[in-house]
């Protein structure tokens, strides 16, 4: 699967941004998708992930209530929404994919297969 991830930018602190990852290749509705982050100098991190079903949802406890992450499966893409922005929010985006993953593994980058390219968030304050 080919995962192109977008919507990325620069906005100011209290902003919105919605990213975008389109996949490609195999039937899309059976992965499940995540979005991490990585910011210079630091690990990559969970920010939220779904189930191919979209019934099961993570999210880091740094962003949670601010960002959404969903999905249509029609369209092959998962989205995440992300409100309230703050400048420790600036970093890559990435979206990934995997067939297998459970639940309790969902927020584990080493547990994904397939990547996108990765979109900068850059928050100013």
């Known amino acids: 699967v080919q995962l192109q991830a977008s919507g990325g930018g620069l906005v100011q602190a209290g902003g919105s941004l919605r990213l975008s990852c389109v996949a490609s290749g195999r039937t899309f509705s059976s992965y499940t998708m995540g979005w991490f982050r990585q910011a210079p100098g630091k690990e990559r991190e969970i920010v939220a992930a779904?189930?191919?079903?979209?019934?099961?949802?993570v999210y880091s406890g740094s962003v949670k209530g601010r960002f959404t992450i969903s999905r249509d499966n029609a369209r092959n893409t998962v989205y995440l929404q992300m409100n309230s922005l703050k400048p420790e929010d600036t970093a890559v985006y990435y979206c990934?994919?995997?067939?297998?993953?459970?639940?309790?593994?969902?927020?584990?980058?080493?547990?994904?297969?397939?990547w996108g390219q990765g979109t900068q968030v850059t928050v100013s304050s």
């Open positions: 990934a994919a995997d067939f297998r993953i459970i639940m309790s593994s969902m927020g584990m980058p080493n547990e994904y297969d397939y």
């Open positions: 779904i189930k191919r079903s979209g019934g099961g949802t």
